[in-house]
């Protein structure tokens, strides 16, 4: 759990225009603690589901939507935990941009740091990167 003071310090570095990516958390019981404590942020803003048209999918790339990055050594029919399919949510501020995006069923990093691994799939790793340089254009220039 957050303390005060970092709850505090995370929502106005938010509500000044920041950004925050959370990546690589899969399944309710994860996205439930996630909830317990980032509620305490924003406890009156809601999260919503970004659909595949969200801008964030097409700022620099055109993304299909929610992309399901699996970790290292997963099957490519099955994500961690059996899950087979990736959503993006996030909380936006008063004027609709997105301040906290949030990948579930999906691990983005894993796709960077695999990159050159040599059993991990060549097209996880350039989806993670395609997701992560949109994320990246988006959050300048919004």
Known sequence: MLSAAEIENL??????GGFLLIDDFWGQRQ????????????????????????EIFHVYYDIDGPQ???ALYRSDDYGEQGINTASNHAILDDEGRV??????????????EHTYHPDYPTRYANAAYRLGINYLMYSLTH
């Open 11 to 16: 929502r106005q570095y938010l509500l000044r």
């Open 31 to 54: 996205w439930d603690n996630f909830y317990a404590a980032f509620s305490q942020v924003f406890p009156d803003r809601e999260i919503v589901e970004l659909g595949p048209d969200h």
């Open 99 to 112: 301040m906290v995006l949030i990948n579930w069923n999906s691990d983005m990093g894993d796709g960077w």
């Open 68 to 70: 399901m990055i699996p």
